[in-house]
C-alpha cells in the first residue's frame, strides 16, 4: 500500500534535498522550518500568528510582541519554539513516554495555567476530554495504550517502514488517544516530525489553509476504523510543499532584468 505516493515522494525528495536542502547553511535551514512550521501548527489551534509575526518572534524574543498579537499566543509560540529546539537537538533519544511528556511540558509549560486552572504540564489528563465537536473517550483506558503506540512505533521504524507512514499512523492514533489537558495537536505534530527529522527527511508542514481536510482524515480514524485518509493526506501534504518549494526556487533563479 502507497507504493506509488512512496516512489513519488522519495523521487521527489532526492530533488529536493539536492536543489534546495543541502544549498542552505545548516542553521539557517533550520530556522527557515522552525518558523514556518511553528507558525502553522500554532495557527491550526486559533494561534492569529502570520509567518512573520513568529519570524519576528524567534529572531527579537518576548521584547518585541508583535502589533495586534496578545501576550498569550506569544507566550505559545515561544514554547513551541522550545519543544522544536527540544526535539531537534535530542534526535538520538528513544522515542518512548519520556520524550512525549518532556515535549508536551514544554508546549504548555507557560499556558496551561491559564487554559486549565490545576493541571500539570506533561502530566497525563485526570479527566474525560472533549475538543470541537468530539467526545474522546474514557481517559483511563486510552492513556493505558500510550506505552504499547510509543514502543510498536519505534519497532515500525527499526523495521524500515516508510519514515512518513510511520509518523502519519503514530500521529493519527496518538490524536485518538488525547491523551493531556492541552496541547495535544501541537505536541502530535512535534513528534511526527521528530519521526521525520531523525530520518533525515523534510518536516511535514500543514498549512492552516488545509486545516478542514487535516480535521477531516483525522475523524475518519474514528468513524471508519482506518488511518488511510490520514497517510494520503500526510503525502499529498509533503509531495505539494517539495513542489512548491522546487518551482520558487526555479522561478527565483532566472534572469531579472532592472532596466
Given at each position: 500500500?502507497?507504493?506509488?505516493e512512496?516512489?513519488?515522494?522519495?523521487?521527489?525528495?532526492?530533488?529536493?534535498d539536492?536543489?534546495?536542502?543541502r544549498?542552505?547553511?545548516?542553521?539557517?535551514w533550520?530556522e527557515y522550518?522552525?518558523i514556518?512550521?511553528s507558525a502553522?501548527?500554532?495557527?491550526?489551534?486559533?494561534n492569529s500568528?502570520?509567518?512573520d509575526?513568529t519570524r519576528?518572534?524567534?529572531e527579537?524574543?518576548?521584547a518585541?510582541v508583535?502589533?495586534?498579537?496578545?501576550?498569550?499566543e506569544?507566550?505559545e509560540?515561544a514554547?513551541?519554539?522550545?519543544?522544536?529546539?527540544y526535539?531537534?537537538?535530542?534526535?538520538?533519544?528513544?522515542f518512548d513516554?519520556?520524550l512525549l511528556?518532556?515535549?508536551n511540558r514544554?508546549?504548555?509549560?507557560?499556558?496551561l495555567?491559564?487554559?486549565c486552572p490545576?493541571?500539570?504540564?506533561?502530566?497525563y489528563?485526570t479527566?474525560?476530554?472533549a475538543?470541537g465537536?468530539t467526545i474522546?473517550?474514557?481517559?483511563?483506558?486510552l492513556?493505558?495504550?500510550?506505552?504499547?503506540?510509543m514502543?510498536?512505533?519505534?519497532?515500525a521504524?527499526?523495521?524500515g517502514?516508510?519514515?512518513?507512514?510511520?509518523a502519519?499512523?503514530?500521529?493519527g492514533?496518538y490524536?485518538?488517544l488525547?491523551p493531556?489537558?492541552?496541547?495535544?495537536?501541537?505536541?502530535g505534530?512535534?513528534?511526527?516530525?521528530?519521526?521525520?527529522m531523525?530520518?533525515?527527511?523534510?518536516?511535514l508542514?500543514?498549512?492552516v489553509?488545509?486545516?478542514?481536510a487535516?480535521i477531516s482524515?483525522?475523524r475518519?480514524?474514528r468513524?471508519?476504523?482506518t488511518?488511510?485518509h490520514?497517510?494520503?493526506f500526510?503525502f499529498?501534504t509533503a509531495?505539494?510543499?517539495?513542489?512548491?518549494?522546487?518551482?520558487?526556487?526555479?522561478?527565483?533563479?532566472?534572469?531579472?532584468?532592472?532596466f
Amino acid at each position: 500500500m502507497f507504493e506509488k505516493e512512496i516512489a513519488r515522494y522519495e523521487d521527489l525528495r532526492q530533488r529536493y534535498d539536492e536543489k534546495i536542502v543541502r544549498r542552505m547553511n545548516s542553521q539557517d535551514w533550520r530556522e527557515y522550518n522552525e518558523i514556518l512550521f511553528s507558525a502553522h501548527s500554532c495557527a491550526i489551534e486559533g494561534n492569529s500568528f502570520t509567518v512573520d509575526d513568529t519570524r519576528i518572534l524567534r529572531e527579537q524574543g518576548m521584547a518585541m510582541v508583535p502589533v495586534g498579537r496578545s501576550l498569550l499566543e506569544c507566550t505559545e509560540m515561544a514554547d513551541h519554539f522550545r519543544a522544536f529546539d527540544y526535539l531537534a537537538s535530542h534526535l538520538q533519544s528513544p522515542f518512548d513516554e519520556t520524550l512525549l511528556k518532556e515535549t508536551n511540558r514544554l508546549v504548555v509549560e507557560h499556558t496551561l495555567a491559564y487554559r486549565c486552572p490545576g493541571a500539570v504540564a506533561g502530566d497525563y489528563t485526570t479527566e474525560d476530554m472533549a475538543a470541537g465537536d468530539t467526545i474522546f473517550g474514557d481517559h483511563k483506558q486510552l492513556i493505558a495504550r500510550v506505552p504499547s503506540l510509543m514502543a510498536s512505533t519505534e519497532r515500525a521504524l527499526s523495521d524500515g517502514q516508510h519514515p512518513l507512514v510511520v509518523a502519519a499512523r503514530w500521529h493519527g492514533y496518538y490524536e485518538y488517544l488525547h491523551p493531556f489537558r492541552d496541547g495535544n495537536g501541537r505536541t502530535g505534530r512535534l513528534l511526527s516530525n521528530f519521526i521525520l527529522m531523525r530520518a533525515g527527511h523534510p518536516l511535514l508542514i500543514i498549512d492552516v489553509n488545509d486545516r478542514p481536510a487535516y480535521i477531516s482524515a483525522l475523524r475518519l480514524i474514528r468513524s471508519e476504523g482506518t488511518d488511510e485518509h490520514l497517510v494520503a493526506f500526510f503525502f499529498q501534504t509533503a509531495i505539494s510543499r517539495m513542489e512548491s518549494e522546487l518551482t520558487q526556487k526555479q522561478q527565483n533563479s532566472r534572469p531579472v532584468f532592472f532596466f
